[in-house]
């Protein structure tokens, strides 16, 4: 501190080197914890009460690299987790699969526990809260890095970047829930929708056996609205509910979806593999990278056109139908007259709203170049 104040005199009059210092030492610190502090926005309080939530009830975050998009779910007054808003991801680096060793870029996969410990309001970028990575999993596969962060500011080497403005609410609603006594919040950090189709589709990729264990802790989730609890079976992650009836359920479900991967891909679902050239980040956000100073320095824009591109790997095969279903159409055909073609109907918001990840940010959903591009428009 001694050479730093010699450093400044030749800089600083010397009747200002004391504020200065003040400034540097105590306004700085005062900024970083008030920023922590914000608190959450009116609108999602709103949405809370209509899906009647407690803003001290308990939260649980997902993420989907693939679909860049991060979800928040909070636990509802009758005790399920429903989901409360989802967010663009702005960043995230690597490829598709686990984090694997220090400085390869991978942002990381698997479930982690958040405690509040590792929430930041000081962090270099913005607001930020650590993932906890490297876990037991990870440990027991041999993986090493460290600081592997959810945070604002759109650059990314292997962590999750979202938006200030996102990052904000993001950080208050971790921050609300673990004040009300929830002693860690849990994320799960997925390659993509784990749907059968998505399964079905990767099943050549070398992660696949990881992936298929990702898929039962989500399928616990997804059938149970409970938050697994999380162990390690040997170097395997194992899942388990509160309750024998809970397992039950969750096992009936994740085997349900794993006969429907066998069924499609006996019916010859083309198998592939997604690759990036260093990650990728939500289509709102590459439409508004063109001129929005918000986003501030994204990290390698140039890789962002080479993201998501599918390989495949095996080929559809087309099934073959029985000779008779032929003759059974033509028959048809002729019993029944043709019917009038309908008019054509002009697009409508709803219409382009199937299967379209909503959008939540207050922010985006104001410009309306972006409230189509979330309905697919």
């Not at 105590?26 to 803003?55: I, S, Y």
Request: aromatic share 8%; hydrophobic share 40%; with cysteine.
């Amino acid at each position: 501190m001694r050479g730093m104040a010699r450093r400044c005199k030749a800089l600083v009059p010397g009747g200002m080197l004391g504020a200065l210092f003040y400034a540097v030492l105590f306004t700085v610190p005062v900024l970083a914890v008030e920023k922590g502090k914000a608190p959450v926005p009116a609108g999602t309080l709103a949405l809370m009460e209509q899906r009647n939530m407690e803003l001290s009830a308990p939260i649980l975050i997902r993420s989907f690299k693939k679909e860049s998009v991060l979800e928040v779910w909070k636990q509802t007054r009758e005790g399920r987790f429903a989901l409360l808003k989802s967010f663009p991801i702005c960043r995230w680096s690597g490829q598709l699969g686990p984090k694997r060793r220090q400085g390869d870029r991978q942002s990381p996969e698997g479930f982690y526990s958040i405690t509040p410990r590792q929430m930041n309001p000081y962090s270099a970028y913005h607001l930020s809260f650590d993932t906890g990575y490297p876990n037991a999993y990870d440990r027991a596969h041999g993986a090493s890095g460290s600081a592997l962060m959810v945070h604002g500011i759109c650059s990314s080497a292997g962590c999750y970047a979202m938006t200030n403005r996102q990052i904000s609410e993001i950080f208050a609603l971790a921050r609300d829930a673990l004040a009300a006594g929830q002693g860690a919040f849990q994320m799960q950090a997925f390659p993509f929708r784990m749907s059968a189709e998505n399964m079905a589709k990767h099943r050549a990729d070398p992660n696949i056996d990881f992936w298929r264990q990702l898929k039962e802790g989500h399928d616990h989730f997804e059938a149970t609205a409970q938050e697994p609890r999380v162990t390690l079976a040997g170097d395997r992650y194992g899942f388990h509910g509160r309750t024998p009836e809970l397992d039950q359920i969750a096992r009936d479900h994740h085997a349900q979806e794993e006969a429907r991967v066998a069924m499609l891909t006996k019916s010859g679902a083309a198998a592939i593999r997604t690759t990036y050239v260093d990650g990728g980040q939500h289509a709102i956000f590459m439409a508004m990278a063109k001129g929005d100073p918000e986003l501030g320095d994204v990290s390698r824009p140039e890789a962002l056109g080479y993201a998501g591109r599918e390989v495949i790997l095996t080929p559809a095969r087309v099934v073959p139908k029985p000779a008779m279903a032929k003759a059974a159409v033509v028959n048809l055909a002729a019993a029944v007259p043709e019917a009038p073609a309908p008019a054509p109907q002009p697009l409508s918001a709803l219409s382009l709203m199937s299967g379209a990840v909503p959008i939540l940010d207050d922010r985006l959903a104001k410009r309306p170049w972006i409230r189509l591009a979330q309905f697919g428009g």
